[in-house]
């Protein structure tokens, strides 16, 4: 079993920065793929960004690259999500998900367990 816990969202102005986090206990934390994805009204979740086990590849949408960036900490088991120049179409409730997989995840695909997410809201 595998407790995820975001935290850190909340409303910002376009053009600030938030950092979210998602705090995992349970299963090891640095044996598999995290990831972080949203899911705006009316929309299917999408996949973010993700980050391999040792944190040494990370994959983004295109929507993102340049303007957010994954971590980890295996020491304090903890994924963060770092978002700067947020735009309006940012706006969405972020969930970070793991896996077991020591492959860089991109898709859903894979991910076993999920948070219950944090809402951001980016107002222009």
């Known amino acids: 079993q595998v407790l995820l816990v975001e935290s850190g969202g909340g409303l910002i102005q376009a053009g600030d920065s938030l950092r979210i986090s998602c705090a995992a206990s349970?299963?090891?934390?640095?044996?598999?793929?995290m990831g972080w994805f949203r899911q705006a009204p009316g929309k299917e979740r999408e996949v973010v960004a993700s980050?391999?086990?040792?944190?040494?590849?990370?994959y983004y949408v295109d929507s993102v690259k340049g303007r957010f960036t994954i971590s980890r900490d295996n020491v304090e088991n903890t994924l963060y999500l770092q978002m700067n120049s947020l735009k309006p179409e940012d706006t969405a409730v972020y969930y970070c998900a793991s896996s077991r997989s020591i492959l860089l995840l991109t898709t859903k695909s894979g991910y076993d367990y999920w948070g219950q997410g944090t809402q951001v809201t980016v107002s222009s």
């Open positions: 349970g299963r090891t934390f640095r044996s598999g793929s």
């Open positions: 980050i391999n086990w040792s944190g040494s590849a990370t």
